[in-house]
């Protein structure tokens, strides 16, 4: 499976666009790119997945660059209860029987 | 549909101990998972089964683990002795195959997972 790297951790305020950036310069050709979120205390959550170009959700949306050496994951208007671990994974769709988790982006809101 | 069931939510035992962790995965998953969370070392996966097969244990830490999952709905995680190293979090999630209806077919649902601490 193809390694990613992210930021160990950003800071933002509430109501504003936060942009997670995930390298993946190794993705292979199958691979999909899949965000997944943390909370303190709970198990991680899918938020969204893409192949490329850019996939909306009601959550977050996900812009692949066409190289699809990274993705960005960017969360609109956060609010406090956005603060989380964010993990960005990379491997192939439906055959991805493992789910490779980084060291993932925590992401800390403040008023 | 309940989630991803984990039980128990915090287990508190002493070196030596035997230590079983339980799982009931989303109704009509067929495959499960069992991962371990420390801050040291992050979320490291197990073991997996699909169709309560085991498909890959290489994450299992040493013999002292062993996981079953003897029907769809149900699986263990034990640690037999337990030592304080193994100290963690310890979660299941499941996944639905082709026809599940989940959006995606890889799409992973973790349960609360179980707080473990060994003294």
């Known amino acids: 499976l193809a390694k990613t790297t992210q930021p160990i951790s950003m800071d933002s305020y509430e109501g504003q666009e936060v942009n997670i950036t995930c390298s993946h310069n190794?993705?292979?050709?199958?691979?999909?790119i899949t965000w997944y979120q943390q909370f303190p205390s709970q198990g991680p959550r899918f938020i969204i997945q893409?192949?490329?170009t850019k996939v909306t959700n009601e959550v977050a949306s996900l812009f692949i660059p066409a190289d699809r050496k990274s993705s960005t994951l960017s969360l609109p208007r956060v609010s406090l209860s956005d603060t989380a671990v964010y993990y960005c994974?990379?491997?192939?769709?439906?055959?991805?029987?493992?789910?490779?988790f980084g060291t993932g982006t925590l992401l800390a809101v403040q008023p | 549909d309940a989630g991803v069931i984990q039980s128990p939510r915090h287990e508190v035992t002493e070196m030596g101990q035997e230590v079983t962790l339980r799982c009931k995965p989303i109704?009509?998953?067929?495959?499960l998972f069992w991962y371990r969370q420390t801050m040291m070392r992050g979320l490291e996966l197990l073991i997996y089964?699909?169709?309560?097969?085991?498909?890959?244990d290489s994450g299992m830490p040493e013999d002292r683990f062993s996981a079953k999952m003897p029907n769809a709905s149900f699986s263990t995680l034990k640690i037999q002795p337990s030592e304080p190293r193994d100290s963690a979090v310890y979660f299941c999630?499941?996944?639905?195959?082709?026809?599940?209806?989940?959006?995606?077919?890889?799409?992973?649902?973790f349960g609360p997972g179980t707080r473990l601490t060994v003294l």
């Open positions: 999630a499941s996944r639905g195959g082709r026809g599940s209806g989940v959006p995606s077919t890889d799409t992973q649902y």
């Open positions: 190794n993705i292979a050709t199958n691979d999909y």
């Open positions: 893409g192949y490329k």
């Open positions: 994974l990379v491997g192939e769709r439906g055959a991805t029987n493992k789910l490779i």
């Open positions: 109704s009509g998953h067929n495959s």
């Open positions: 089964f699909n169709n309560n097969v085991p498909i890959d």
